[in-house]
C-alpha cells in the first residue's frame, strides 16, 4: 500500500460496522475514490465529527492497487460548511451537486471537477438568499459541463447547423441541446421563450445571474434534471437531484 494525501471532500458516508464507516471522498488527485474509515463510530474516533457529509479536508488514503476501496488513515478537517446545512435551498443545491460528482466524476485525477465542487460548495454558502435558485443552476450546468457534457446552444446538436442567434430555440434535453427548425420537427423538441433562452444563456456563461420567480426558477430546475438524467444518469436514481428539482419543503 501507499500513502496519498490529497485535498478531499466527502460526498457521502455509510455504516459499514458497530465501529466504522465507508466514504466516498471527491479528491483533487485521484478523482472519486471510496475508503474505510476504521474506528470512526467510536466515541474517541480520532477522525471526531470531520467526516461529515460536504465537510472538506486532506485526506491520508493506504491505496490498495487493484482495489476499489482504500483505507482512510486521517482526514484533517479544513471547512464544515455549516451555513448550507442551516438552509434548505443552499443544501439541496450542494447535495445535488454532490451526487452528480458522486456519481458521474472519474475514479481518475480530474482536478476541474474537483475544484469547480470547492468553489460551488463556498458560493452557495456565501450567496444572498435571493440568488440561491439561479445559482444553483448556474454550478450544476458548469458541473456538467466540466465532466464533458455541456449543452450546445449556437448550433445543432444534431447536425451542427446553425440556429438563429436570439428569440426563441427550440431545444432538446435528449439530444443534447439546441435543434435547428428540421432536426426539431424531426426530433422533437420544447420551445425555449426568447427570455427562457437569454438566462439559460446567462446561466452558462460568465455573465450575472439571471433573476428567477418561482415559476420561471422550476422550469429551468426542470430542464437541467432531465438533462442530467439523459446524458449521464442513463436510468440511475438520483433522489438529491429529484430533491432540489421539486423543491418539495417549500410547499410543507
Not at 58 to 75: C, N, P, T, W, Y
Not at 90 to 100: D, F, I, N, Q, T
Request: proline fraction near 6%; aromatic fraction near 6%; charged fraction near 20%.
Amino acid at each position: 500500500m501507499s500513502l496519498v494525501t490529497t485535498p478531499a471532500i466527502v460526498l457521502s458516508t455509510l455504516r459499514y460496522s458497530e465501529t466504522s464507516k465507508i466514504v466516498r471522498l471527491a479528491t483533487r488527485d485521484m478523482g472519486v475514490q471510496s475508503a474505510i474509515a476504521k474506528g470512526a463510530l467510536r466515541p474517541k474516533s480520532r477522525f471526531g465529527a470531520a467526516l461529515q457529509v460536504l465537510s472538506e479536508g486532506q485526506a491520508d488514503l493506504l491505496v490498495k492497487e487493484q482495489r476499489e476501496l482504500h483505507i482512510l488513515a486521517s482526514f484533517e478537517l479544513t471547512r464544515l460548511h455549516a451555513g448550507l446545512a442551516g438552509d434548505l435551498d443552499r443544501y439541496a443545491a450542494a447535495m445535488a451537486l454532490a451526487e452528480v460528482m458522486l456519481r458521474f466524476a472519474p475514479a481518475d485525477p480530474h482536478p476541474e471537477s474537483f475544484e469547480l465542487l470547492l468553489d460551488a460548495l463556498g458560493a452557495l454558502e456565501a450567496a444572498p438568499a435571493s440568488d440561491i435558485q439561479a445559482l444553483g443552476c448556474r454550478l450544476l450546468w458548469s458541473l456538467v459541463s466540466v465532466l464533458g457534457f455541456a449543452p450546445s446552444l449556437d448550433a445543432c446538436a444534431r447536425d451542427g447547423a446553425p440556429v438563429a442567434a436570439e428569440g426563441p430555440l427550440p431545444f432538446s434535453a435528449r439530444e443534447g441541446g439546441a435543434l435547428c427548425a428540421t432536426c426539431a420537427t424531426d426530433h422533437g423538441a420544447v420551445t425555449l421563450p426568447a427570455d427562457a433562452r437569454a438566462d439559460l444563456d446567462a446561466l452558462l456563461a460568465d455573465a450575472p445571474l439571471p433573476t428567477f420567480d418561482a415559476k420561471h426558477a422550476a422550469a429551468h430546475r426542470r430542464l437541467l434534471a432531465r438533462y442530467v438524467q439523459y446524458h449521464l444518469g442513463e436510468g440511475t436514481e438520483l433522489p438529491a437531484l429529484e430533491f432540489w428539482m421539486r423543491r418539495q419543503w417549500r410547499n410543507a
